[in-house]
């Protein structure tokens, strides 16, 4: 079957930051495609770079800190700098992980939905109104003029993240990136929310980029996922490939440290910690943690396709087999 154009691609983005103790280098060669109507999930450990991602895709780094080189194609576009601008809340819009952090606690959610629509040239404060009830009522809120009237801090966590939600529908984006939604609140409202956002993102066509590292959240809701250690994107795949035949031995053990409700086999957790990014360990950054780390690794790693859908970077299924384990 062949794809339509990606909607979002990536095109070998790196990112350093100049740090008092060197130059960190947090993101290196990351590329990732976002199909119309997909939903994508980036999944790895806290600090392993998915959040920075998202913030690279929406033009939000300050470029005097921040060295970035590569490429983000929007409809088939190289984004510049006024492109952002732009697309920014009305294409590609974005739900922040803290919905208290993410809303302004000096503005009524009434004025902070209406201005989302007058950016996008509603200007009828009447039609603001009558959108913003409508968009309020899509996402279980029975209430919506009494939400419009209240200030962020007045209404609950799971309220805020339903108005963050419809914030980021509003515009009709063709793109939503979420930043592990619903992480600070409980997870029966997480779940929610995860449902709403399905649920409002089918109606209008959207297609959705996930970032988490709920594994749980990303087997029932996404279709394709990249798995990122260290700032690099080490395996993806179809949600199915990944979950039922891994090939990393870090997305391996990203797996097996899920606890499982049925008790059959206790999580085992990852020994180590994700490395500095101001020095981090040549070839595969995984290496220090692989138990089937072997002397190759320390070099530049291949990517190996295993299906048209799977890709792997690991010398393990590189051909012929590289040489043997140096430790472990
Ligand atoms: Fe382990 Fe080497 Fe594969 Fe990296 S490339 S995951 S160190 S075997």
């Known amino acids: 079957m062949t794809r339509p154009p990606a909607l979002l691609s990536t095109d070998k983005i790196n990112l350093k930051f100049k740090l008092y103790e060197g130059v960190a280098h947090v993101l290196k060669d990351v590329s990732l495609e976002v199909y119309p109507h997909e939903h994508v999930a980036v ?8 959040s920075v991602t998202l913030r690279v895709i929406l033009g939000l780094l300050d470029r005097r800190r921040a060295q970035i080189s590569g490429t983000v194609h929007f409809q088939g576009r190289a984004l510049s700098e006024g492109d952002y601008r732009a697309l920014r809340g009305q294409d590609i819009t974005m739900i922040f992980q803290d919905p208290m952090a993410s809303l302004n606690p000096t503005f009524t959610i009434g004025d902070q939905l209406r201005s989302v629509l007058a950016r996008t040239g509603v200007k009828q404060q009447a039609e603001q109104n009558r959108r913003v009830q409508q968009a309020l009522l899509n996402v279980s809120i029975a209430d919506p003029e009494r939400v419009m009237a209240a200030y962020p801090f007045q209404l609950s966590g799971g309220l805020n993240q339903r108005v963050l939600i419809t914030m980021a529908l509003l515009s009709r984006p063709k793109l939503v990136l979420a930043d ?9 409202v997480q779940k929610q929310t995860l449902s709403l956002m399905e649920a409002l993102v089918r109606e209008e066509g959207a297609a959705i980029l996930l ?28 949600t199915e490939e990944l979950f039922n035949a891994p090939k990393h031995p870090y997305t391996q053990a990203l797996l097996a440290s899920v ?36 002397a190759a690794c320390q070099q530049d790693v291949p990517q190996v396709q295993i299906s048209q859908t799977h890709r792997v970077n690991c010398v393990l299924y590189a051909a012929p087999p590289l040489p043997e384990a140096a430790h472990g």
Do not use: Q, W
């Open 43 to 50: 999944v790895g450990e806290s600090g392993c770079g998915k």
């Open 180 to 188: 592990e939604p619903g992480t600070a609140l409980d997870v029966t």
């Open 259 to 294: 606890p499982r409700l049925s008790g059959e086999a206790l999580p085992t957790g990852i020994d180590g910690t994700v490395p500095d990014y101001t020095n981090p360990p040549e070839g595969c950054r995984f290496h220090p943690r692989c138990p089937y780390a072997r």
């Open 211 to 238: 970032i988490t590292h709920n594994l749980g959240v990303v087997r029932e809701f996404a279709h394709r996922v990249y798995v990122m250690y260290a700032g690099m994107i080490v395996e993806e795949g179809t």
